[in-house]
C-alpha cells in the first residue's frame, strides 16, 4: 500500500468547514484512497472512499487531485462529535486489512 | 442490526494467565478481521478470516496467539499465556461479500480493553 502523510493535528471552529488533507504521492493506478475515524474510546469508523473522482456522502465529501497524488476530506459543517483521529488509507480496493498511519487529530472548538 | 459485538469490552487479568476475547460478526458478513491498538504502534492488523478460513495471519505476534473461527457467526482472539506487553484494545471488523454494496467499508466493533498485570 502507498504511503500516506497527514498532519498531526488541526483545529476548526464549531460550524465551519473542517478540510483534512492527505499526501499520497506515490500512489498507484489501481489504488484508492480511503477515509476512516476513531472517536475517542470506539472502533474506527469508515467515512467515505475514492479512486479518481470527487465523492460525497451524507457524512463528508472527498477531493482527489488531478495527478492523485493528494487529497483532502472536508466536513462541511463540523459539530463538537466530530472530534476524532482521521486517518487517510491508501490500498487497493478488496478485502484485506488496512494499514492505518498516525492520522490527523481533529479538534473542534465551541 | 446490533452492529459486530465484542466482549467482554475490558479485561484485567494476571500475567501468564489465559485470555479468550470474544466476537460476533454482522450477519452475513463473509470476513472478519481482528486489530490491536497501542499508543507505541498504533492500529495494526493481526489475522483476517474469509468464510471462517484464515486468510493473512502475519500479524499475529507470536505463537501465544492464536484465532479461530468456528462458524460465522463467531471468532475467538486468545493469548496463552498473556504478558504485559499484551496490554491494547483489540478491534474485531467484519465486511460483507465481494460485490455487495458496502464490500469497501469495514464495520469495527467497540473494542476490548486488555489490561496485563
Known amino acids: 500500500d502507498a504511503k500516506t502523510t497527514q498532519p498531526t493535528s488541526m483545529d476548526c471552529a464549531e460550524g465551519r468547514a473542517a478540510n483534512l488533507p492527505c499526501n499520497h504521492s506515490t500512489i498507484s493506478g489501481n489504488e484508492y484512497v480511503y477515509w476512516y475515524r476513531q472517536i475517542h474510546s470506539q472502533g474506527p469508523q469508515y467515512i467515505i472512499h475514492g479512486l479518481k473522482n470527487n465523492e460525497t456522502n451524507e457524512m463528508a465529501s472527498l477531493i482527489i487531485t488531478e495527478d492523485r497524488k493528494s487529497s483532502t476530506l472536508i466536513l462541511p459543517h463540523a459539530t463538537l462529535r466530530d472530534t476524532a483521529v482521521y486517518y487517510c488509507i491508501v490500498r487497493v480496493g478488496g478485502a484485506d486489512g488496512l494499514t492505518f498511519g498516525k492520522g490527523t487529530h481533529l479538534i473542534i472548538q465551541p | 442490526d446490533a452492529g459486530v459485538i465484542q466482549s467482554p469490552r475490558h479485561e484485567v487479568t494476571e500475567m501468564g494467565q489465559e485470555v479468550t476475547l470474544r466476537c460476533k460478526p454482522i450477519s452475513g458478513h463473509d470476513y472478519l478481521f481482528w486489530y490491536r491498538q497501542t499508543m507505541m504502534r498504533g492500529l495494526e492488523l493481526l489475522i483476517y478470516?474469509?468464510?471462517?478460513?484464515?486468510?493473512?495471519d502475519s500479524g499475529m505476534p507470536e505463537d501465544r496467539f492464536s484465532a479461530k473461527m468456528p462458524n460465522a457467526s463467531f471468532s475467538t482472539l486468545k493469548i496463552q499465556p498473556s504478558e504485559p506487553r499484551d496490554s491494547a484494545v483489540y478491534f474485531c471488523?467484519?465486511?460483507?461479500?465481494?460485490?455487495?454494496?458496502?464490500?469497501?467499508?469495514?464495520?469495527f466493533g467497540p473494542g476490548t480493553r486488555l489490561t496485563v498485570l
Open positions: 471488523a467484519s465486511i460483507p461479500a465481494w460485490g455487495t454494496s458496502s464490500y469497501n467499508e469495514q464495520f
Open positions: 478470516f474469509n468464510n471462517n478460513v484464515p486468510i493473512d
